[in-house]
Protein backbone atom coordinates (compact mmCIF):
# COMPACT_ATOMS: atom_id res chain seq x y z
CA UNK A 1 0.00 0.00 0.00
CA UNK A 2 0.94 3.44 -0.54
CA UNK A 3 -0.36 6.79 1.33
CA UNK A 4 -0.25 10.11 -0.61
CA UNK A 5 -0.26 13.30 0.46
CA UNK A 6 -0.08 16.52 -2.16
CA UNK A 7 0.97 19.93 -0.95
CA UNK A 8 2.08 22.83 -2.94
CA UNK A 9 -0.94 24.28 -4.30
CA UNK A 10 -2.57 27.88 -4.03
CA UNK A 11 -3.19 30.83 -6.20
CA UNK A 12 -0.95 32.60 -8.52
CA UNK A 13 -1.11 35.11 -11.58
CA UNK A 14 -1.19 34.05 -14.54
CA UNK A 15 2.53 33.75 -15.96
CA UNK A 16 3.73 32.51 -12.54
CA UNK A 17 5.20 29.07 -10.84
CA UNK A 18 4.29 26.82 -8.04
CA UNK A 19 5.57 23.36 -7.09
CA UNK A 20 3.43 21.04 -6.22
CA UNK A 21 5.08 18.41 -4.25
CA UNK A 22 4.23 14.71 -3.05
CA UNK A 23 5.02 13.19 -0.17
CA UNK A 24 4.52 8.78 -0.02
CA UNK A 25 4.30 6.57 3.07
CA UNK A 26 5.41 2.68 2.26
CA UNK A 27 8.20 0.47 0.61
CA UNK A 28 6.72 -0.16 -2.63
CA UNK A 29 6.75 4.21 -3.54
CA UNK A 30 10.18 3.53 -5.29
CA UNK A 31 9.25 0.61 -7.19
CA UNK A 32 6.07 1.84 -9.37
CA UNK A 33 5.43 4.82 -11.27
CA UNK A 34 3.94 8.02 -10.16
CA UNK A 35 1.57 10.63 -12.23
CA UNK A 36 0.22 14.03 -11.44
CA UNK A 37 -3.45 14.68 -12.65
CA UNK A 38 -5.85 17.43 -12.45
CA UNK A 39 -9.29 17.67 -12.35
CA UNK A 40 -11.01 21.35 -13.53
CA UNK A 41 -14.80 22.17 -12.12
CA UNK A 42 -17.37 20.16 -14.70
CA UNK A 43 -14.35 18.15 -16.27
CA UNK A 44 -12.92 14.65 -15.79
CA UNK A 45 -9.65 14.04 -14.43
CA UNK A 46 -6.64 14.23 -17.29
CA UNK A 47 -3.35 13.57 -17.25
CA UNK A 48 -0.79 15.78 -16.90
CA UNK A 49 2.54 14.19 -16.32
CA UNK A 50 4.23 10.60 -14.94
CA UNK A 51 8.12 9.48 -14.61
CA UNK A 52 9.21 6.16 -14.50
CA UNK A 53 10.27 4.08 -10.88
CA UNK A 54 13.67 4.64 -11.84
CA UNK A 55 13.31 8.28 -12.95
CA UNK A 56 14.29 6.90 -16.53
CA UNK A 57 11.38 8.29 -18.60
CA UNK A 58 8.85 11.13 -18.35
CA UNK A 59 5.56 12.02 -20.18
CA UNK A 60 3.76 15.42 -20.46
CA UNK A 61 0.24 16.05 -21.38
CA UNK A 62 0.51 18.44 -24.58
CA UNK A 63 -1.12 21.44 -22.48
CA UNK A 64 1.63 21.40 -19.71
CA UNK A 65 4.75 20.37 -22.36
CA UNK A 66 7.86 22.49 -22.00
CA UNK A 67 6.01 24.27 -18.88
CA UNK A 68 5.85 21.82 -16.32
CA UNK A 69 8.71 19.63 -15.11
CA UNK A 70 8.22 16.36 -13.29
CA UNK A 71 10.86 14.97 -11.02
CA UNK A 72 10.95 12.08 -8.23
CA UNK A 73 13.47 11.17 -5.29
CA UNK A 74 13.38 7.66 -4.43
CA UNK A 75 15.26 7.69 -1.51
CA UNK A 76 12.76 10.66 -0.22
CA UNK A 77 9.41 9.28 -1.08
CA UNK A 78 8.71 12.37 -3.14
CA UNK A 79 7.56 13.44 -6.06
CA UNK A 80 7.46 17.00 -7.52
CA UNK A 81 5.23 18.83 -10.67
CA UNK A 82 7.23 22.28 -10.89
CA UNK A 83 4.61 24.22 -12.80
CA UNK A 84 6.02 27.28 -14.71
CA UNK A 85 4.49 30.41 -16.92
CA UNK A 86 1.33 28.81 -15.92
CA UNK A 87 -2.46 29.76 -17.24
CA UNK A 88 -5.53 30.26 -15.94
CA UNK A 89 -6.39 26.85 -17.78
CA UNK A 90 -4.35 25.31 -15.54
CA UNK A 91 -6.27 25.89 -12.71
CA UNK A 92 -8.10 22.45 -11.22
CA UNK A 93 -7.44 20.85 -8.76
CA UNK A 94 -3.83 18.26 -8.91
CA UNK A 95 -3.97 15.20 -7.54
CA UNK A 96 -0.30 12.94 -7.17
CA UNK A 97 -1.24 9.35 -8.07
CA UNK A 98 1.03 6.06 -8.14
CA UNK A 99 1.09 3.21 -10.46
CA UNK A 100 -1.20 -0.16 -9.39
CA UNK A 101 1.40 -2.30 -10.91
CA UNK A 102 5.29 -2.47 -9.53
CA UNK A 103 8.18 -1.99 -11.95
CA UNK A 104 6.04 -1.41 -15.06
CA UNK A 105 8.32 -1.72 -18.23
CA UNK A 106 6.54 1.26 -20.10
CA UNK A 107 5.44 4.38 -18.67
CA UNK A 108 1.87 4.65 -18.52
CA UNK A 109 -0.47 7.69 -18.60
CA UNK A 110 -3.42 5.71 -18.03
CA UNK A 111 -5.68 7.03 -15.30
CA UNK A 112 -7.35 3.52 -14.59
CA UNK A 113 -3.69 1.93 -13.79
CA UNK A 114 -3.09 4.45 -11.15
CA UNK A 115 -4.49 2.91 -7.78
CA UNK A 116 -2.75 4.99 -5.06
CA UNK A 117 -4.28 8.72 -4.82
CA UNK A 118 -3.85 11.39 -2.73
CA UNK A 119 -6.62 13.99 -1.87
CA UNK A 120 -5.57 16.81 -4.45
CA UNK A 121 -4.10 20.23 -3.89
CA UNK A 122 -5.88 23.15 -5.37
CA UNK A 123 -4.02 24.98 -8.04
CA UNK A 124 -5.98 28.56 -8.57
CA UNK A 125 -4.78 30.88 -11.80
CA UNK A 126 -5.58 34.05 -11.73
CA UNK A 127 -5.34 36.16 -15.54
Known amino acids: QVQLVESGGGLVQAGGSLRLSCAAS????????MGWFRQAPGKEREFVAA????????AYADSVKDRFTISRDNAKNTVSLQMNRLKPEDTAVYYC????????????????????WGQGTQVTVSS
Open 97 to 116: AGDGLRLRTQLTVVIREYDY
Open 26 to 33: GRTFSSIA
Open 51 to 58: IKWNGGSV
